[in-house]
């Protein structure tokens, strides 16, 4: 026998809290069912769950200049967040860029060439050693 398969509830956006509140209401026992079938369907979401999912952090040493150390610490207490974390963050954001090749300026992983916006190439970064 086929398990019944529920539709799934498409929650709308909404123009005023009373208008999304009147919404929850009305659609309560559907919105309950499908949250207990996915909970049948899944494991519940619980911390240990969300442990064993963690992507394991690699401690690593960088050294980074005092300014943009202090820049870091002022920015992520702004944002109410512990500096390395809105390092690690920013991190994440600028690979996320430029695995998708929005980056106006990137250095190659052999530190030879620079790109600038428009693919024009820069010299090398390095001196070369000639062969002569």
Same mark, same amino acid.
């Given at each position: 026998m086929a398990k019944a398969k529920l539709k799934q509830v498409v929650i709308p956006k909404f123009f005023s809290e009373a208008e999304e509140a009147a919404w929850w209401d009305s659609h309560r026992s559907e919105v309950e069912a499908e949250i207990r079938q996915r909970m049948k369907r899944q494991r519940p979401l619980t911390l240990g769950n969300l442990l064993q999912q963690a992507k394991p952090s690699q401690p690593i040493t960088l050294r980074i200049p !005092? $300014?943009?150390? $202090?820049? *870091? !610490? !002022?920015? *992520?207490? +702004? $944002?109410?967040?512990?500096?390395?974390?809105?390092?690690?963050? &920013? &991190? +994440? #954001? *600028?690979?996320?860029? #430029? *695995?998708?090749?929005?980056v106006s300026f990137r250095v190659s992983h052999t530190g030879r060439t620079r790109e600038y916006a428009g693919g024009k190439k820069a010299q090398s970064l390095r001196p070369r050693r000639d062969s002569r």
């Open positions: !005092r $300014e943009d150390l $202090e820049t *870091a !610490r !002022r920015l *992520a207490e +702004r $944002e109410g967040l512990g500096y390395q974390t809105y390092i690690k963050m &920013l &991190l +994440r #954001s *600028a690979l996320a860029k #430029s *695995a998708s090749g929005d």
